[in-house]
């Protein structure tokens, strides 16, 4: 007995050993009709950097920026589209491309404006994948620019300067000698030990 090509289990077969190049051209997400009239195109497969409008779920009606296309899961993932974890942290939720809808395309690849004839000149910053002008990439601090720190004078350095003398005027000071300090006296020995004093002598 032989299966047909149609088969559900050929399809589910096929889905699943596809390469990455068959995965591509199954991930994609119709236009809006904005781009639909622009670019002449239905739907186009989906990339990173494209922003698109949630159709179904719980997310329903937000447009987000495509942050990462996993072609192993068929799912895409959105910036600011989390779900909270177990462990009560926040992690991306994969959601599936049948889900989705293209309003804003990236064309900063050179491939895929030739693939669509679009100009250069035609692109818009956003299509481009450029920064809004006159936006800086430091970001402003909640609590406003710091305020200026009055400058105080040290006065740890004018106590020191206090207290220790000049040197000049040290060196000009006179010094007094030092006084020269006598020798110990030595005890004198006698018969007993010890000699007597001349006063003692003539008191005997």
Same mark, same amino acid.
Request: hydrophobic share 30%.
């Given at each position: 007995?032989?299966? !047909?090509?149609?088969?559900? %289990?050929?399809?589910?077969?096929?889905?699943?050993?596809?390469?990455?190049?068959? %995965?591509?051209?199954?991930?994609?997400?119709?236009?809006?009709?904005? *781009?639909?009239?622009?670019?002449?195109?239905?739907?186009?497969?989906?990339?990173?950097?494209?922003?698109?409008?949630?159709?179904?779920? !719980?997310?329903?009606?937000?447009?987000?920026?495509?942050?990462?296309?996993?072609?192993?899961?068929? !799912?895409?993932?959105?910036?600011?589209?989390?779900?909270?974890?177990?462990?009560?942290?926040?992690?991306?939720?994969?959601?599936?491309?049948?889900?989705?809808?293209?309003?804003? *395309?990236? *064309?900063?690849?050179?491939?895929? %404006?030739?693939? *669509?004839?679009?100009?250069?000149?035609?692109?818009?910053? +956003?299509?481009?994948?450029?920064?809004?002008?006159?936006?800086?990439?430091?970001?402003?601090?909640? =609590?406003?620019?710091?305020?200026?720190?009055?400058?105080?004078?040290?006065? =740890?350095?004018?106590?020191?300067?206090?207290?220790?003398?000049? +040197?000049?005027? !040290? +060196?000009?000071?006179?010094?007094?000698?030092?006084?020269?300090?006598?020798?110990?006296?030595?005890?004198?020995?006698?018969?007993?030990?010890?000699?007597?004093?001349? +006063?003692?002598?003539?008191?005997?």
């Amino acid at each position: 007995m032989s299966l !047909s090509p149609h088969s559900p %289990r050929r399809q589910r077969r096929a889905v699943y050993d596809a390469d990455s190049f068959a %995965r591509r051209r199954r991930m994609t997400v119709p236009l809006s009709r904005e *781009l639909r009239g622009r670019f002449h195109r239905r739907s186009l497969p989906v990339r990173k950097g494209d922003t698109v409008l949630v159709m179904r779920g !719980s997310f329903v009606g937000r447009e987000e920026r495509v942050a990462k296309v996993d072609r192993r899961g068929y !799912s895409v993932t959105l910036d600011n589209v989390t779900l909270k974890s177990g462990e009560e942290k926040l992690k991306p939720l994969p959601i599936r491309t049948n889900h989705l809808l293209l309003v804003r *395309l990236n *064309l900063a690849d050179a491939w895929r %404006r030739e693939a *669509l004839k679009v100009r250069e000149e035609d692109l818009t910053p +956003a299509e481009r994948g450029e920064a809004p002008e006159g936006a800086d990439g430091a970001l402003p601090s909640p =609590a406003g620019p710091a305020a200026p720190v009055p400058e105080t004078p040290d006065r =740890a350095d004018d106590d020191d300067d206090a207290e220790e003398p000049d +040197a000049e005027d !040290s +060196a000009d000071a006179p010094t007094a000698p030092a006084e020269p300090t006598p020798p110990p006296a030595k005890a004198k020995r006698g018969r007993s030990g010890t000699r007597p004093t001349p +006063a003692e002598e003539g008191s005997a």
